[in-house]
Every structure is written in C-alpha cells, then in structure tokens.
C-alpha cells in the first residue's frame, strides 16, 4: 500500500513544566503531522514514514525507537555519524503562548536532501507527502533546490503534495530568500495550510481572505488558512467558506497546534472526508494539543477526539 511520507527536521524536545522540571521527548513540525496522521489513518492501515537524516548520538538511537513504538516508519531516515540531532527546549506562560531555545546548529537533518537518489527513491511510492517551510528553510540553497525540483510538477506525479509555509524568518538569510522559497514550494503543491499570523507578518496579509486569495492566484487547488480561535478559512474548486472553532480550550501550551491540525485534516481528507468535516477534524486535534504540555499528544485522545468530528470515518 502506498504511504503517507513527511518530510523535515525532528528534534529533542524538553518542556518545563510548573514544578521547574522537564519533561524529555521528541518534536518537530512535520513529525507533529505525521503523528498526527498516523494515529488518525491507522484503522486505514496507511503506512505513514518520516524522511529526515539523524545523527550518530544517544538521542538520535532513541529517537528511531520511538518512531518505531509509535508504528511510524524509520527505512528513509540516514544516518550522518558526525552530526547530531537537533534539541529545543520549551517555556509557555500563562496563556500557554511559548518561548523556544534551540540547539540545531549540528543537526544532521540539514543534510536530508543532498542525495537526490535516496530522496526520490523515498518520495517514489508515496500516496500523500508532507513538508513545511521550516524543512525548507534548514536546507543549504542547492538542496532546497533537489527537494523542490524532486517534487516535479502538480498533475504530472503519482502523489500529492501537501505544505505549510510554517514561517519562521529566523531560519532564513534574508525576508527576499524566505518569500522566494515559499511561493516556488506553494506552486508546486496541491494542498497548502498557512496560517494567518504568520503570513501577514512574512507577505503583508490584510486579513486571512487576503492570504486565502493570494495563494488560490497560485493555482493551488486547495488552500486552508489557519487562524488560531478565530474562523478557519478555505477554498477549493467546489466550494469557499469559513469554519468556525468550535468550543475553545484554555490553552496550555501551543506548540504543535497547527500541525496537529494539519495531521487531522489531512488523514480526513485522504480518508474520502468532505473539506469541511476535515476542517473540523482538524480543529479538534488541535483542541485536543493545546490542553496539553508538548507537541505531541497521545495516539488515541487524538483519535477519540477526531472522530464524532468526521462521522467515525477515520
């Protein structure tokens, strides 16, 4: 069966909790998604893999364990023995907004796209693959480049491509080089998830209908732009609308909202869901993860959470 396959960094993840201790796991934005999304097409049998490349160190051993515990696949991850995997550490305050301090200056996933080979050989039998600005944003120039181009042209592959422009201007060089990648990366995709706050600050948005127009002119087919507690907007060739956040949480913690929404509607919309009830599956994941410490939340409170959303089609 052809598999789900996200793209990106993944990182040791330590979260301060009240009591001044921390709590050590493993995070990252698109293995946000595909946990998300594995625990959400497994009564599908979906295999679902993470491509990246990991280091020769204790926590990058630990981390294909855990991969491995969670029923994700590990066969396209490389191993680069004199790097390491990457690590940030979590603080939020009381409105579960965070602060991040990271150690990536040596990960070994900044060399994930330099075997054009391998990357097209792990993409090749892909039903669904996954990336994200940040996965673009870690890349030297000229893989940036090989992954992009490994992607080829919408409706001349055998998959589809889903992307969120994640954007995080600390990543890249400069504003020009940033926006420049984005769009190619977005052109490319059939499916692109931004979110507001970020785009406004990276393009200038207006307002999420401006976001939603801007990457509709792209030609992308299907575009849903995220907005935190407020309506998540959306549009494809049949129809354009808004879906309101049912019931907001108090939040906790923020990190991996977004992506676990992304996970959630992306497993529903591949599942044969309707755009809309995929929506709402992904606003529920992401209740689901701000009520919690972490980026991840656990398998089966995803699952009990996503599925009155989608009919109990996932």
Excluded at 12 to 22: H, I, N, Q, V
Excluded at 154 to 179: C, E
Aim: aromatic fraction near 8%.
């Amino acid at each position: 069966m052809r598999s789900f396959v996200a793209i990106g960094e993944a990182m040791a993840e330590f979260s301060r909790f009240p009591d001044g201790t921390w709590r050590q796991g493993f995070a990252g934005d698109t293995l946000n998604v595909a946990w998300a999304l594995r625990a959400l097409s497994a009564a599908q049998d979906v295999p679902v893999a993470y491509l990246t490349r990991i280091g020769g160190d204790p926590f990058s051993g630990a981390f294909v364990d855990f991969l491995k515990q969670a029923g994700l696949g590990t066969d396209l991850i490389q191993i680069d023995g004199d790097k390491t995997i990457g690590l940030y550490t979590i603080e939020t305050d009381d409105q579960g907004e965070r602060s991040f301090t990271y150690w990536r200056g040596q990960s070994a996933a900044r060399g994930l796209a330099s075997d054009r080979g391998g990357l097209l050989h792990g993409i090749g039998d892909a039903s669904l693959v996954y990336l994200s600005g940040i996965t673009l944003a870690i890349l030297p120039d000229a893989d940036r480049a090989t992954l992009l181009d490994a992607l080829g042209t919408r409706g001349s592959r055998p998959f589809t491509v889903a992307f969120d422009p994640n954007i995080r201007p600390r990543l890249w060089s400069d504003a020009a080089a940033m926006r420049h990648a984005i769009n190619r990366a977005a052109a490319v995709s059939d499916i692109v998830l931004p979110t507001f706050d970020d785009e406004a600050m990276a393009f200038g948005d207006a307002d999420p209908a401006a976001t939603l127009a801007r990457y509709r002119a792209l030609g992308i087919p299907e575009v849903v732009v995220k907005n935190g507690t407020n309506p998540t907007l959306y549009a494809n060739a049949d129809s354009q609308g808004s879906c309101t956040v049912a019931a907001p949480v108090r939040a906790v913690d923020t990190t991996g909202a977004g992506d676990s929404f992304n996970g959630a509607f992306l497993a529903a919309r591949l599942g044969g869901c309707g755009l809309v009830d995929a929506i709402h599956a992904g606003q529920a994941a992401a209740r689901v993860v701000v009520g919690q410490r972490g980026a991840l939340a656990p398998m089966h409170e995803l699952v009990a959470a996503c599925a009155p959303e989608t009919g109990n089609t996932l």
